[in-house]
């Protein structure tokens, strides 16, 4: 069973979550380290991500844009800092224009991954974001908040075609 | 300057939250702007909640205005007495205290020719579970995540 604790610290405006995984660490980190497992999960149903580019090397590069059910695009990238396969991937996450160019206007995230073999099998999993300032985390808020928005209306289309499952279902 | 200047607050989001995958999601509705409760009511409500979160936000976003939040939230305090810790005018507090006020973030009340600001303790902590709608996002991916492992098993194909 996953179990998935989250801790919220809004004075370092920083969000760090705790999974656990029933799979070895090599699986686990394919899930970020693989571009087809990553547009897997990476986006709501509502808005399947597509990665266009995936480079788990320092310096190296991660591109994708999500479509909404509108047809929109959002564009977004990941600048790699630190990997150290298959345990611990430090990166910042921001937004793009639609060429996929990083828009230095939009808010940046600092993103850590550990992954670590639990004792009795398994992987644990932390990811630890940080937000640079209040302003920022508003930013993003507005904008996860908009997701939000979407995926709860997917799964209540999914309801009332009489889908017991809200969890978001297969979307891939 | 220091980026990390915030209000001194204990919310309620920052205990720790455990849930176990497939539980019902936890929402505490009280405690949050309601926009991923799924429910119509919450659905009708859901541009007049975001305007309000705009609102919270954009008055929070502002260094002068988070502190007279923090102040006020361990006491009530005059606009009078508010304006001589700032450097700025007293007109240019009021104005604070006003977009504070339309957000609802601080409540003002007349005593004799005071005008005495208090902020709204419900608000303030609203607005830092927001974190808790990126959580939701999270813990989404999550169990996303756990589905593709688990799809593994079923087809016994375990790379």
């Known amino acids: ?172 | 300057m220091a980026q990390r200047d915030h209000l001194e607050v204990r919310p309620v989001s920052r205990s720790h939250v455990v849930a176990a995958r497939g539980d019902p999601v936890d929402v505490r509705p009280s405690c949050r702007f309601g926009t991923e409760v799924i429910s119509y009511n919450h659905m009708v409500v859901v541009t007049d909640e975001q305007n309000r979160v705009d609102q919270v936000f954009h008055a929070l976003a502002d260094r002068t205005r988070r502190d007279i939040v923090r102040r006020t939230l361990q006491g009530e305090h005059s606009v009078t007495s508010l304006a001589v810790l700032y450097p700025m005018s007293f007109a240019a507090i009021q104005k604070h205290v006003a977009v504070l006020e339309r957000a609802e973030l601080v409540s003002k009340r007349r005593h004799g020719r005071e005008q005495l600001v208090r902020a709204k303790v419900e608000t303030v902590r609203r607005a830092f579970d927001l974190l808790g709608q990126y959580e939701a996002l999270w813990r989404d991916r999550v169990d996303r995540m756990d589905q593709l492992l688990n799809r593994d098993h079923r087809t016994g194909d375990t790379p």
């Open chain 1, 1 to 172: 069973m996953t179990v998935t604790s989250v801790q919220k610290d809004p004075e370092a405006l920083t969000l760090t979550i705790d999974a656990q995984f029933d799979a070895p660490i090599e699986r686990v980190w394919r899930l970020w380290d693989d571009p087809r497992q990553l547009e897997q999960w990476w986006g709501p149903p509502a808005y399947p991500a597509t990665v266009s580019l995936l480079d788990l090397s320092v310096g190296g590069t991660m591109k994708y844009h999500m479509t909404g059910p509108q047809g929109d695009q959002p564009h977004g990238w990941w600048r790699i800092l630190e990997v150290d396969r298959p345990r611990r991937l430090r990166f910042t996450s921001g937004f793009a224009d639609e060429t996929g160019e990083p828009n230095p206007h939009m808010p940046t995230m600092l993103f850590e991954v550990q992954l670590s073999e639990r004792s009795g099998g398994g992987t644990s999993m932390i990811v630890a974001i940080e937000f640079s300032s209040l302003d920022e985390m508003t930013q993003i808020m507005s904008m996860g908040m908009e997701e939000g928005i979407t995926l709860a209306m997917s799964q209540i289309d999914n309801i009332l075609a009489g889908s017991v499952g809200t969890s978001g279902g297969d979307s891939a």
